[in-house]
Each structure stands twice: as structure tokens, then as C-alpha cells.
């Protein structure tokens, strides 16, 4: 955490106009970091930096590389050097099984969950082996380990994050670059009601349960530790999810 002796910190978060990564811009905002606010909507990423003057809003679509290219860019202008990026944006895609997931829909959840994480995850790196080092935290999921039913398009995705995050890792040594993955089971947010948690989530033997959710600020603190974690310290991968939820000995 920067102190009143340290200049601050800065970290660039992806998806920050809602759910997870509002609650971490704000949190890290209060600690007293510089916050890079990317994402779709442009007012969406106002109201979360709540006008902060150490927020910098960039609409972004991660998607396409050459947007990424440019939130680095002005990031950089704006700040100096980033520290830590929070790879956050992504999407469930369809509720549906492998035979009914159409070629468009695997394509929209790629363009955002693999596409996205990986140009944020290349400027990322190339600006960090340049200044000393960093932080790349991906989003993961717990859905990275045990998925859910009918959720072919996501689990795939994620864990295919397992695999950016351990090459990350892995190619970052020599340049001090370290890769973190959050995987974190039922947030109180948007995606948790798309899933049915509140009236019944389908399980793996066809039932419905009615799933424990947490707050949101306990994720963004689970990131804030993983930012506020100095560079000597590697945490591969965190696990955080509501106590109770079937996720130890999902099905």
C-alpha cells in the first residue's frame, strides 16, 4: 500500500464499471493508488471512480488490440509507469451444453475472456519488462478448477487463464514480473442472479439450489492484497468463495 513517503502505486483494471472491478478501483483508490479505469462504458466507469482525482477513465474494448495498445499508452502518459494490471473483464456466455453452443456465441466469449485477457496481458508485460517489473492478476474463477453445468463457453475460457497465468509466471522471472490468478466463487453480483443463485442454481445432478453469495468488497480486498503484495512474494493462485457453497465436492 502506498504510504505519504512512496509515490503511488498505479494499477490498470479491466471491467471496472461494475461488479468486481468497481469494488477493487474504489478500494485501491482509498488506499491511496493511481487507478486505471478501462472498460465498455464510458459512464459506467465515471460513476465508479466517483470523480476521484487519482482515477483515469479510458473506454476500452479489450477485444481489439489496438484499443489496448492505446489505454496503455495514455496510461503511461497519464501516470508515468503501471505497476500491477487486474486482468478483470469477462463474460458467462450462453447456458448451454457443447452440442447446442454456436460458433457465434464460443466466439463472443473468446473475443472477451481470451482475446481481451491476452492484449491486456501482452502490453502489460512488455511496459513492466521495460520499468522493472509488475503484477499481472487475472481473473479467474472458480469455474478455472470445478466448472458448472452448462457453462461449456466459460469453463473453457477459464481455464485457459490457468495457462496464461503459469506462462506468465514462468517468462516473467527474469524481468520481475509476477502473475497472479483470483479464482473466486459467488460474489453478490450481476452474474450470480443470471446463474439463479438466489432462487435455485442448477447443480450437477439436475437439482436447483439456492447458493450462499459475498459481499464484493471482500474480492476487492482479496485484489488489494494481491496488489499490495510485494514483488519478492508470488501468490500463483488464490481461491475465494462464500462459505458453503458447493464448490468442495461440487456434483
Known amino acids: 500500500m502506498p504510504t505519504a513517503n512512496t509515490p503511488a502505486s498505479t494499477i490498470l483494471i479491466t471491467g471496472a464499471g461494475s461488479g468486481i472491478g468497481r469494488a477493487t478501483a474504489r478500494t485501491l483508490l482509498a488506499q491511496g493508488w493511481n487507478v486505471v479505469l478501462a472498460g465498455r462504458t464510458e459512464q459506467t466507469l465515471h460513476e465508479a471512480s466517483q470523480g476521484h482525482p487519482n482515477a483515469l477513465v479510458v473506454q476500452t474494448d479489450v477485444s481489439s488490440a489496438q484499443m489496448v495498445s492505446s489505454l496503455f499508452a495514455k496510461a503511461t502518459e497519464h501516470f508515468g509507469r503501471l505497476d500491477t494490471l ?34 491486456c496481458a501482452r502490453e502489460a508485460f512488455k511496459h513492466m519488462k521495460l520499468h522493472g517489473g509488475g503484477r499481472i492478476i487475472n481473473n479467474g474463477s472458480i469455474s478455472a478448477q470445478v466448472p458448472r453445468p452448462r457453462s461449456v463457453a466459460y469453463a473453457v475460457t477459464k481455464h485457459a ?84 457453497m458447493p464448490y468442495i465436492g461440487r456434483g
Do not use: Y
Open 86 to 119: 487486474f486482468n478483470n473483464a469477462g463474460t458467462f456466455g450462453p447456458a448451454v451444453s457443447i452440442d447446442e453452443l454456436s460458433e457465434e456465441d464460443w466466439d463472443k466469449v473468446c473475443q472477451v475472456n481470451l482475446t481481451g485477457a491476452i492484449n
Open 161 to 244: 487463464i490457468t495457462g496464461l497465468t503459469k506462462s506468465i509466471e514462468l517468462d516473467g522471472r527474469p524481468f520481475g514480473i509476477c502473475a497472479s490468478q483470483l479464482d473466486i466463487g459467488n460474489t453478490a453480483s450481476d452474474i450470480m442472479d443470471e446463474l439463479g443463485t438466489s432462487h435455485g442454481a442448477l447443480q450437477a445432478d439436475g437439482s436447483r439450489k439456492v447458493e450462499p453469495t459475498f459481499e464484493l468488497q471482500q474480492a476487492a480486498q482479496a485484489v488489494a492484497f494481491l496488489a499490495n503484495s510485494p514483488l519478492t512474494v508470488s501468490v500463483n493462485q488464490l481461491t475465494i468463495t462464500a462459505a458453503g
